[in-house]
C-alpha cells in the first residue's frame, strides 16, 4: 500500500518532469546537440540498455567504486578507532585532515596521475579519497563522544582491552559511523565521474566524458540518469541496512 | 538561454563589437596571443577578448552554444560539432607541424609499443590520426596498442612514472618531457602525415555574415600575428611566455618543431584529414571543404 | 576496620572544576556498610550522591581520604564491588543474557550460560532472554541490569537511583522483589535515592546527606522487621521523622528554595 | 592555554608533514616539476601571496563562493520549509531530488555552460548546485521531524500561520538546518574547483587547473595548500556560528 | 450540563493503530470537572491517561463520544483549555519572558510585557525572566510552563504528570506553590499522575483509572481541608486507601505484574 503509492509518486514525478523538460526543449527552440529532448534521450537510454554498453561500464563503475568505498571505510574506521583512543595523536593528525579535506579530488589529479597511474587506479584512489574523510571523522567523533557509561560498564567488568574494542567501542559506535558510512556513498559516488576522468577507458564517469566529447549529449543525458538511479539505488541499500541496524541497536527514527 | 550570438549589433557601431575567442593555454595558439598582445591598441572595428579554458570539452562547450564567437581548437572537433549541425567554420589554420611522438626513453621503434599504454589527448584530435598513421606505416593494428585518453597536463608525469610508454599531444606537453629527459621525440609529425592538419581558427558562422568587417580585421590581424610568431624572436618569445608560464627551454624547444607561416587549410590537406575520419571511423560523414572551410578571408589577405 | 565492614570510607572529599573554579563538591564524608546490610543515602538533586558512589566504585578518584571495598582499597573499578547506573547501563546490541554474560567471559561458554540464565530466572526475566533492552520496559531493563550485577556474584553492589525513573507502581513492585532477592543472596546493598518512600522501605540504615559541600548530616537507622508494609503506622513513623528532616510537613511556609 | 596547545598541534604537524614530503620527494628522485619539493612550493605560496595574484583569486573565489552558497541557502530554506510541511507535494518532489542528487556537478557541465554561459555564472552554478541538495533535505527532514509539541503548543496558545512559521518552526528547526549549512559549507567548497574550470579567468579553482596546464605543479601545490586553508577557515567560521547557535538554543555538544 | 462544570466528557472511546490492528486504548470514560476543582486521574504507565488529557485538550478527536470544555463543544486545541506537557512544552529558544508572552501575542506589546511579568512573579521566576530554558533548572522550567498557562487566563488547566521528571523533594515543593497559586487564581484543573502520594495532596477528587482498555474504575473524594499534612494519619488514610485499591500493601504476593 505504501509502496504502492510511492510508486505513483515517483511515475507522476517523472511524467512531469518530462512534460517541463519538452517544453523548454520547444519553447527554447534548442538544437538537439545542445539540449536534446525526452525522446531522443529515451533512443539513447534504450540503445546503451539493448547493446549491453550500459552493463559493462556499470559493472566496472560499481567494481571500482566498491573497491575505493570499502577500502576507504576500512582504513578510515580503523584508523578512527585508534585516532579516537588517543587524543594527543589525533591532535597532530586533526590539523592535516581538515586542511586535506576540503580540497578536490580533481585538484589533486597531476599527482593521483604520478603516483597511482592511469586506469582503474586513479578512480579508485578519488573514490578512496571522497570516501575516507567522512567516515574517518564520523569515526573519531563517535568514539570520543561515545558514552561513557559502557566505558564504565566495560571497567567494572573488568573486561580486556581487546573485548573492549570488539565488545564494546566497535558495536556502541556503530550506528554513529554508519551515518560516515552513509554520507560516504554519497559524496563518493559523486566523484566516479571525476575518477574516471583520469585515463579511464570504461565506466559510467568515462561513458559520460566520452558522450560528451563526441557531442552526444542524449547520451550524455542518458549517463547521467543512470548515474543517478545507481545513486539512488546505492543510498537506499544503505539506508535500509542502517534501519535494520539501528532497530538491532535499538535506536528509533521516525522515516 | 539563447544560441545565436547578438546579431543586432552593426560593426560601424561606437561600442564596438567583442570578439570573444577560446584557447587552450599551448604553443599552438600562439598567434592569438600575439595578435591580442600587439594588436589591442588599433583594432579599428572590434574588440578582442581572449578566454582560456582547461580543457577541449570545456571549450567546445562553450563554443557550441554561442558563448565564444571562435576558438582555436582541434580542428576534428570542430568538424564533429559541425556534423552535429552546429554553425562553424575554419578560415585559417592554429600552425603547421609542430606534434611531435614521445615516448620514453626503452621505446626505439615503433614496435616496441606493442601492448603498451600510448596516451592521446582527445579521440577527436590529429594526434589521434598521427597515431593510427604510426601504426599503419609500423605495419601495427590499432588493437596491438592501448590507447588511452588523458589531459595533456597529466601525460608527462605518466610518462615519466612508467604509466604509459608514449603519447601525442600539443605543445609544449611533448617538449616537457624531452627537456627533463623522461622521453625522446619519436617522430615528428611531418614524418608520419605530411601537412598534418592540426588546430584551426574556427569562426561561428553568424559572427562571419553579420560581422564582416570584424572578422575581416580580426583574421587579417591573426595572420599578421601569425608572421611575427613564425620569426621566433625574442619578442614573440616574450609574448608567448606571458601567456603560457612554461620554462623557457621548453617553449624554445617546442618552438623548434612548430612553423606559423602559412595558415591557410588547403582543400588537398583536408582532404587528407578527412578521409583519416572515415578510416578511423571517427565519422561516417565529416563536412565537407565547402561546407566547413571559408578561406575568403585568408585569400583576401594573400591578394 | 571492624569485621565485616564491607565498605569504608573514610573523610573522603572532592572537588570538581567547574567554570574556572574548585568547586567542593564531598567535603570529609565517612561511612560504613557491614556484611548483608541495605544501606540508602538519601539526599536533593545535585548534593552529590552520584559522585560518592562513583568514588567508591572506583570510576574517580577521591581529593582526600580512603576508601576500601571488601578490605582493599579502592584503584580501579573492580568485580567485586559492582555499580547499577541510573540508565541501567545495558548494551543495547547485545541480547539480554549476552548482556549477563558480559561479566562471566573468564568461564567457559557453557558455564556462562547456565550461570546467565539462572540469574535470568531469580529476576523473573528467563523468557526475555533473547530480547534486546529496547524490547523491554523500563522495569524489566532493571531488572536484567541487576542479572548483571547478581551473576558476578559480587561482594557489594552500589545502585545509582535504581528505581527513580519508573513510574510508581512499577517501582513498588520492583522495591519488593529486590527485598526478596536480598533475602536469597545475601549481597551486600548501597543505594542512592530522593525518594523517602524507597529508602524507608528498602533500609536497614538511612544515611542523610545535605549539599554545598556534600557532607552526611544524620544516620536513620529503621528498626522496622522485613517484609514492610507500605501503609503500617510503623512505615509512617519513619516516614514523619524524614519529612520533618526535611522539613517537608505541615502547612509549608514558601521559603527560599534551591531548585 | 588551550588555543596554545592548538596551535603548537598545528604547528608540530605541519612541520612533519614537510618533513615526510621532503623525505619522499629524495627518496623517489622525483622530478621538481612531477612532484615539487617544499622548497619550491615554499616560492611558489611567497610568490602568490607577494605579487598579489593570491589576493585577486582569493576574493574572486569568495565572492563567487558566496553567491552559491547563500542564493542556494536561502533557496532551499525557503523551499525546505514549504516542502516539510506539505508532505504530498513532497512525495513527488523526493524522486527527482533523489535521482538529481547524486550526480556530479561535472556532469552537468554541458548543460550549465548553455544555460549560464561561461566565467562566474557555471562557477557559482555549480557551487549552488554542491549547496543546495544538503540544505534542502536537512531543512525539509528537520521540518518533518520537529518536536511535535512545539506545534502542540503554538496549537493550544491559537498562534496564527505567520507567527507559526516565524516563531515556532523556523526557529525550533534551526539548529538542523545549521548542520545541513555547516556540510554545504564542505561539499560547495569541495566543487570550487570543477566549477571555476569552465571558462573562468580567475580564483583559485582557475589559478590550480591553469597552472596545471602549465606544468608548474608547484603552484598547483601552493594552490591546494590555500584552498585547503580557506575551507578549513570557512569551517571554522561555521562551526563557531553553529556553536553560538546551540548555546543559545540550549543544545549542549561536547567539543 | 450542570451549572459549573468546566469540563464534561461523556462515554468517550478511541481506538489507535498499532502494528496493523486496531488497539482500543479508551473505552466509554466519562467524568465530569466543577469550576475551581482539581482533579487528579491516577493510573499505571500506559493505561491511557495522556491519551485522555489530549482528548479533552482538542489534539486528537475521539472514535465515540463527546466532549465540552468551558461549555464548547472540543473541536480543535484553544486557549480557554491550557495544557502543560510533561516535558514542560517551553520553547529553548525564547527567553522565559518571551516563552510567557507567546500566549499574549494579542494583546499589545507593553500589557503583554507586564502581564508575562506579573505571572513570572507569581511562580516566583521575576529575576529570572531573561534566562533560557535550559539555564534552569527542572522545576523552574515547570513554574515557567505554569506561568505561561495562567498568564492566557484559561478556564482549565490541564496537567500531565507535572512533576514526575523532578526529584521528590523539589517536586513537594512545586505541588505547595501549586496549592498556592490555585487558592489565588481559582482556576479548574485536571491533572494525570501516577504518583499516589501526589494526588492525595492535590485533588479535591481523584478518578482511578485502569488499563486494558482505560477506564474509571473509580473515584475517591478526599474530604481534608487544604493545607494538608504529608505525615498526618488523614493523609495516611487516603493513602493506604488506594495503595489498597492497587494492592500495593503487606507483604507483597509476586503475583505477575505488567511492567
Ligand atoms: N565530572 C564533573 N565535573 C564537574 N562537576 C561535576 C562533575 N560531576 C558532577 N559534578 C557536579 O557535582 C555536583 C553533584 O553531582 P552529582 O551527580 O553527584 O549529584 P547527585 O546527588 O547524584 O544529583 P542527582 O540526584 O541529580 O543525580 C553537581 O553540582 C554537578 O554539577
Ligand atoms: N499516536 C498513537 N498511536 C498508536 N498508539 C498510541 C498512540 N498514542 C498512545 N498510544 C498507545 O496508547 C497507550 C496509552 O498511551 P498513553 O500515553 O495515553 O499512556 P499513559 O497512561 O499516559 O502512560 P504514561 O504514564 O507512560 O505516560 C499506550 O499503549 C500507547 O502505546
Ligand atoms: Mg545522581
Ligand atoms: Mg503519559
Known amino acids: 500500500m505504501k509502496s504502492f503509492r510511492t510508486l505513483t509518486n515517483v511515475l507522476v514525478s517523472m511524467v512531469l518532469l518530462i512534460v517541463i523538460w519538452q517544453a523548454i526543449v520547444l519553447i527554447g527552440g534548442y538544437n538537439d546537440s545542445l539540449l536534446p529532448a525526452p525522446l531522443s534521450v529515451g533512443k539513447a537510454v534504450l540503445k546503451l540498455l539493448l547493446d549491453g554498453t550500459l552493463w559493462t561500464h556499470l559493472q566496472v563503475s560499481l567494481l571500482r ?28 593528525v586533526d590539523p592535516i585532515v581538515q586542511v586535506i579535506r576540503p580540497v578536490s579530488p580533481i585538484a589533486w589529479s597531476p599527482f593521483i596521475v604520478l603516483w597511482f597511474g592511469i586506469g582503474n587506479a ?8 571522497a570516501a575516507f574523510f567522512p567516515v574517518l571523522l564520523s569515526t573519531v ?14 571497567q567494572n567488568l573488568e573486561i580486556g582491552r581487546y573485548h573492549l574494542f570488539s565488545k564494546i567501542i566497535l558495536p556502541a559506535i556503530f550506528p554513529f559511523i554508519a551515518n560516515g558510512l552513509h554520507i560516504a556513498v554519497g559524496t563518493s559516488w559523486i566523484f566516479l565521474v571525476s575518477g574516471e576522468m583520469v585515463g579511464a577507458q570504461s565506466g559510467l564517469g568515462f561513458m559520460i566524458v566520452d558522450a560528451r566529447n563526441q557531442l552526444r549529449l542524449d547520451f550524455v543525458l542518458a549517463g547521467i540518469i543512470f548515474i543517478g538511479l545507481c545513486g539512488l539505488l546505492l543510498d537506499r541499500i544503505i539506508r535500509l541496512l542502517e534501519r535494520w541496524m539501528d532497530k538491532q541497536w535499538g535506536i528509533i527514527r521516525e522515516s | 538561454g539563447k544560441t545565436e550570438g547578438d546579431s543586432g549589433h552593426s560593426s560601424a557601431d561606437s561600442d564596438l563589437k567583442t570578439i570573444k ?11 592569438l596571443y600575439i595578435e591580442e598582445e600587439l594588436g589591442k591598441q588599433h583594432f579599428k572595428h572590434f574588440k578582442l577578448e581572449l578566454v582560456k579554458f582547461g580543457s577541449w570539452p570545456d571549450l567546445m562547450d562553450a563554443l557550441n552554444t554561442g558563448r565564444i564567437d571562435g576558438a582555436s581548437v582541434l580542428v576534428e572537433l570542430a568538424m564533429k560539432a559541425k556534423e552535429q549541425g552546429i554553425d562553424l567554420k575554419a578560415v585559417a589554420l592554429g600552425h603547421k607541424d609542430g606534434n611531435v611522438i614521445v615516448a620514453s626513453n626503452d621505446i626505439h621503434q615503433v614496435a616496441d609499443l606493442k601492448g603498451k599504454k600510448f596516451a592521446i589527448p582527445h579521440k577527436f584530435s590529429t594526434h589521434h590520426v598521427l597515431f593510427y598513421e604510426m601504426l599503419k606505416k609500423a605495419g601495427l593494428q590499432y588493437s596491438d ?12 608525469a605518466a610518462l615519466a612514472e612508467g604509466r604509459i610508454s608514449g603519447y601525442v599531444v600539443a605543445e609544449p606537453f611533448g617538449a616537457k618531457s624531452v627537456v627533463i629527459k623522461k622521453g625522446k621525440a619519436l617522430f615528428q609529425s611531418e614524418e608520419i602525415w605530411k601537412d598534418s592538419v592540426d588546430c584551426a581558427l574556427v569562426m561561428r558562422g553568424e559572427i562571419l555574415n553579420n560581422h564582416k568587417e570584424a572578422s575581416r580585421e580580426f583574421i587579417t590581424e591573426y595572420l599578421k600575428a601569425g608572421e611575427k610568431a613564425e620569426l621566433k624572436d625574442e619578442e614573440a ?49 565529416p563536412p565537407s571543404f565547402q561546407d566547413f572551410v571559408d578561406n575568403s578571408f585568408i585569400d583576401q589577405v594573400k591578394g | ?27 570529609g564524608i565517612s561511612l560504613q556498610v557491614k556484611e548483608g546490610e541495605i544501606i540508602s543515602i538519601l539526599g536533593q538533586s545535585g548534593c552529590g550522591k552520584s559522585t560518592l558512589l562513583n568514588l567508591i566504585a572506583g570510576f574517580d578518584t577521591p581529593d582526600r581520604g580512603t576508601i576500601y571495598t571488601a578490605g582493599i582499597e579502592v584503584k580501579e573499578p573492580a568485580k567485586r564491588c559492582v555499580m547499577l547506573f541510573q540508565n541501567y547501563g545495558l548494551l543495547p546490541w547485545r541480547s539480554v543474557l549476552k548482556n549477563v554474560e558480559l561479566g562471566l567471559l573468564d568461564l567457559t561458554e557453557a558455564e556462562r550460560r547456565s550461570r546467565a540464565l539462572a540469574y535470568l530466572k531469580l529476576v523473573g526475566l528467563e523468557d526475555r532472554a533473547d530480547h534486546f533492552p529496547h524490547q523491554l520496559s523500563g522495569g524489566m531493563q532493571q531488572r536484567a541490569a541487576l542479572a548483571r550485577a547478581l551473576a558476578i556474584r559480587p561482594q557489594i553492589i552500589l545502585m545509582d537511583e535504581p528505581f527513580a525513573a519508573l513510574d510508581t507502581f512499577t ?4 522495591q519488593n522483589e529486590l527485598l526478596n532477592i536480598h533475602a536469597n543472596e545475601k549481597t551486600t546493598i548501597l543505594l542512592v535515592t530522593h525518594d523517602i518512600d524507597e529508602a524507608v522501605f528498602l533500609s536497614d540504615r538511612i544515611l542523610i546527606m545535605s549539599a554545598g559541600p556534600g557532607q552526611i548530616r544524620k544516620e536513620i537507622p529503621i528498626h522496622s522487621s522485613r517484609p514492610r508494609d507500605r501503609g503500617h503506622s510503623d512505615f509512617q513513623h519513619y516516614r514523619k521523622l524524614i519529612l520533618d528532616e526535611f522539613r517537608l510537613t505541615g502547612p509549608q511556609a514558601s521559603e527560599e528554595y534551591s531548585i
Open chain 2, 21 to 31: 575567442i577560446g584557447y587552450l593555454p599551448i604553443t599552438h595558439a600562439a598567434p
Open chain 3, 1 to 27: 576496620m571492624g569485621a565485616g565492614v564491607l565498605v569504608e570510607v573514610s573523610e573522603v572529599s572532592k572537588a570538581y572544576k567547574a567554570a574556572g573554579k574548585n568547586e567542593q563538591i564531598l567535603s
Open chain 2, 145 to 156: 596498442v592501448d590507447v588511452v585518453e588523458l589531459a595533456p597536463a597529466e601525460m608527462p
Open chain 3, 171 to 174: 517501582r513498588y513492585y520492583l
Open chain 1, 141 to 154: 567523533t563517535a568514539v570520543r563522544k561515545m558514552d561513557v557509561t559502557y566505558l564504565k560498564v566495560a
Open chain 2, 237 to 285: 618569445k616574450q609574448i608567448l611566455r606571458k601567456y603560457m608560464n612554461i620554462e623557457k627551454d621548453v617553449l624554445d624547444l617546442s618552438l623548434q618543431w612548430i612553423s606559423y607561416g602559412d595558415l591557410k587549410l588547403t582543400e588537398e590537406a583536408y582532404e587528407q584529414l578527412r578521409q583519416y575520419m572515415i578510416e578511423m571511423g571517427l565519422s561516417n560523414n
Open chain 1, 122 to 129: 586513479p578512480a579508485i584512489v578519488i573514490i578512496f579519497l
Open chain 1, 65 to 92: 567504486f566498491a573497491a575505493g568505498y570499502f577500502s576507504a571505510s576500512i582504513t578510515a574506521i580503523v584508523l578512527g578507532l585508534l585516532l579516537g583512543r588517543l587524543p594527543v595523536l589525533w591532535g597532530f
